[in-house]
């Protein structure tokens, strides 16, 4: 009986803390779920990815189950994770950020612009704001990430060529975000942002795009369906990449070109960089990796998308329907009994 009794009590406590919980905090926390949970996922295929776009000369040549094949001999189990720390650090508060103000942005237009429509074009726009604020607040955690994921344990023949040496191996998160510190100050830790800001905006737009879209076009009946969000998810996630790839291979080079050999000629900007990866490694480089690439995302976005929305509801997020239906009777009241002052 007691045990039954603590149960319903929790249970009540849970309950009037969830309800007391602002909407905006609701969404930081499915948005925060959905991102670790996907993360976690497709965290081996994004440690290759990696390595595709920035070692071409040792693992480009080997294609993915060579890669794959190489990095359990090389590291063990635990190679596939190596940085995916830093990556779950990261995209916790990034999706959290990303999915919490993408919502916002989108009640905000809807107020100042009563009259704006609510077709794809505002999931475009909210989408394409809402990622830049995201990247903006955390992209020294993808740097890190990046620089830890590069690392490569047990290479004599890199070592050899310089491709890292004792200084330039990072132990850790925290290792590795006092050394680019130390080395390059807060410029460093935001090198690549140009080209991440440039990728995101079409990318996050385009991915709550289609994902919206097609999730209007679902069958009301299949409205609440898992699979039917995960499929709706997948294709928003490729498409939106396809578009955007290029962009991704120049950041993760210009993140890792102060570890990358010394000869290597210095990556100024965003657009010098393009320019230079399809000159000197050839366009096909500019795509290294796309095949993972989209491997992961499909995965990746439907996941995200999917636990976001069951975090939503578990959280009792009121759908926008309902959201709009009680702002259409908060407005009519308004309407129908005007303020004394008005009066």
Same mark, same amino acid.
């Given at each position: 009986?007691?045990?039954?009794?603590?149960?319903?009590?929790?249970?009540?406590?849970?309950?009037?803390?969830?309800?007391?919980?602002?909407?905006?905090?609701?969404?930081?926390?499915?948005?925060?779920?959905?991102?670790?949970?996907?993360?976690?996922?497709?965290?081996?295929?994004?440690?290759? &990815?990696?390595?595709?776009?920035?070692?071409?000369?040792?693992?480009?040549?080997?294609? !993915?189950?060579?890669?794959?094949?190489?990095?359990?001999?090389?590291?063990?189990?635990?190679? *596939?994770?190596?940085?995916?720390?830093?990556?779950?650090?990261?995209?916790?508060?990034?999706?959290?950020?990303?999915?919490?103000?993408?919502?916002?942005?989108?009640?905000?237009?809807?107020?100042?612009?009563?009259?704006?429509?609510?077709?794809?074009?505002?999931?475009?726009?909210?989408?394409?704001?809402?990622?830049?604020?995201? %990247?903006?607040?955390?992209?020294?955690?993808?740097?890190?990430?990046?620089? !830890?994921?590069?690392?490569?344990?047990? +290479?004599?023949?890199?070592?050899?060529?310089?491709?890292?040496?004792?200084?330039?191996?990072?132990?850790? $998160?925290?290792?590795?975000?006092?050394?680019?510190?130390?080395?390059?100050? !807060?410029?460093?830790?935001?090198?690549?942002?140009?080209?991440?800001?440039?990728?995101?905006?079409?990318?996050?737009?385009?991915?709550?795009? *289609?994902?919206?879209?097609?999730?209007?076009?679902?069958?009301?009946?299949?409205?609440?369906?898992?699979?039917?969000?995960?499929?709706?998810?997948?294709?928003?996630?490729? #498409?939106?990449?396809? *578009?955007?790839?290029?962009?991704? %291979?120049?950041?993760?080079?210009?993140?890792?070109?102060? $570890?990358?050999?010394? +000869?290597?000629?210095?990556?100024?900007?965003?657009?010098?960089?393009?320019?230079? $990866?399809?000159?000197?490694?050839?366009?096909?480089?500019?795509?290294?990796?796309?095949?993972?690439?989209? #491997?992961? %995302?499909?995965?990746?976005?439907? $996941?995200? *998308?999917?636990?976001?929305?069951?975090?939503?509801?578990?959280?009792?997020?009121?759908?926008?329907?309902?959201?709009?239906?009680?702002?259409?009777?908060?407005?009519? &009241?308004?309407?129908?009994?005007?303020?004394? !002052?008005?009066?």
């Amino acid at each position: 009986m007691s045990e039954k009794r603590e149960e319903r009590e929790m249970n009540v406590y849970l309950d009037g803390m969830i309800e007391s919980m602002p909407v905006f905090a609701k969404e930081l926390i499915a948005g925060g779920v959905a991102g670790g949970v996907a993360k976690t996922v497709v965290a081996p295929l994004e440690r290759i &990815k990696i390595l595709f776009q920035t070692r071409r000369a040792e693992y480009h040549s080997i294609g !993915l189950f060579g890669s794959v094949k190489k990095i359990a001999r090389t590291e063990g189990p635990m190679g *596939f994770y190596r940085g995916n720390g830093a990556s779950v650090a990261r995209i916790v508060p990034y999706a959290a950020l990303h999915y919490m103000t993408y919502e916002q942005y989108r009640r905000w237009i809807i107020l100042a612009y009563p009259d704006v429509g609510r077709g794809p074009g505002l999931d475009l726009v909210a989408g394409s704001f809402a990622g830049g604020t995201a %990247v903006l607040f955390t992209y020294p955690l993808d740097l890190v990430r990046t620089k !830890l994921a590069y690392q490569v344990v047990g +290479s004599q023949k890199l070592n050899a060529q310089g491709v890292l040496n004792s200084q330039q191996i990072y132990k850790g $998160i925290l290792d590795c975000f006092s050394m680019t510190y130390r080395e390059a100050g !807060l410029r460093g830790l935001y090198r690549g942002v140009a080209p991440s800001l440039y990728g995101i905006f079409p990318y996050a737009g385009l991915k709550f795009y *289609f994902y919206e879209e097609m999730k209007r076009h679902v069958p009301p009946e299949h409205k609440k369906s898992i699979v039917f969000k995960l499929v709706c998810g997948s294709v928003a996630g490729v #498409l939106g990449q396809t *578009f955007t790839y290029p962009l991704d %291979v120049v950041r993760r080079q210009m993140q890792v070109q102060r $570890i990358m050999v010394s +000869s290597s000629p210095e990556m100024k900007g965003t657009i010098e960089t393009l320019v230079m $990866i399809a000159q000197k490694q050839g366009w096909k480089q500019l795509f290294s990796g796309l095949s993972i690439n989209y #491997l992961k %995302v499909v995965p990746s976005v439907a $996941i995200g *998308f999917t636990v976001y929305d069951i975090m939503k509801s578990c959280l009792r997020v009121p759908s926008r329907d309902e959201a709009e239906a009680v702002r259409k009777v908060v407005t009519n &009241k308004r309407s129908t009994h005007p303020s004394s !002052l008005d009066s």
